[in-house]
């Protein structure tokens, strides 16, 4: 691995049109159009409405042999063209089996507001500064439950620290400019320990 303890080596990709230079901007990464094999993660992003191209499919099928830790976030959200389901069921078809322990919740006009964790439960609320934190409505529950086991049963097949080990691939809304997002991934990255 080529990184200090501190800052993990994190590569970056995805189609220009989905922001892979801003992505990498703020988590710290550099966009690569070639496979970095040091690296200590891969961060793939896939704009929904602009599907993914068959660069980025090779660079992900790359990195299967080295195992490299890989996630994948779902930038332009606000775009409602596609939408984050559609970026999953995408990814599924052309990278692996995608894990997605967040699900994207929307305001009035349709716009990403929040997420919704699979594991807990729990609603992250950006509209807030800092997002708050709350308990998600019985509706939410009954809306999400056939996601949220589906996603129980991956993550615990794999056991704790699939991720690390480059096993599970969580795919991650993303909205920076509202914050959405970029508190789980760091989340997932600082559990490389590196």
Known sequence: MN???????????????????????????????VLDPESDCAIFVINPSMGIDQATIDLWQALDDLQTPRLVVVTHLENQDADFDDAIMLANRVFDHM???YLVLHDDQGLPCALI????????????????????????????????????????????GAFAAGL??????????KGIGVDVVKTYLAELGV
Do not use: K
């Open 99 to 101: 894990a997605t322990p």
């Open 168 to 177: 599970l691939f969580p795919a991650i809304p993303l909205w920076i400019e």
């Open 3 to 33: 990184s200090t303890a501190s800052e993990p080596a994190i590569a970056v990709y995805g189609h220009e049109g989905a922001s892979p230079s801003i992505v990498a901007e703020v988590f710290g990464g550099r966009v690569l159009q």
């Open 117 to 160: 964790s699979l594991a807990t439960m729990r609603i992250i609320d950006y509209n807030t500064a800092p997002p708050r934190d709350m308990a998600c409505e019985p509706e939410h529950e009954t809306l999400v439950q056939e996601f949220r086991d589906e996603y129980l049963e991956l993550s615990s097949s794999l056991g704790d």
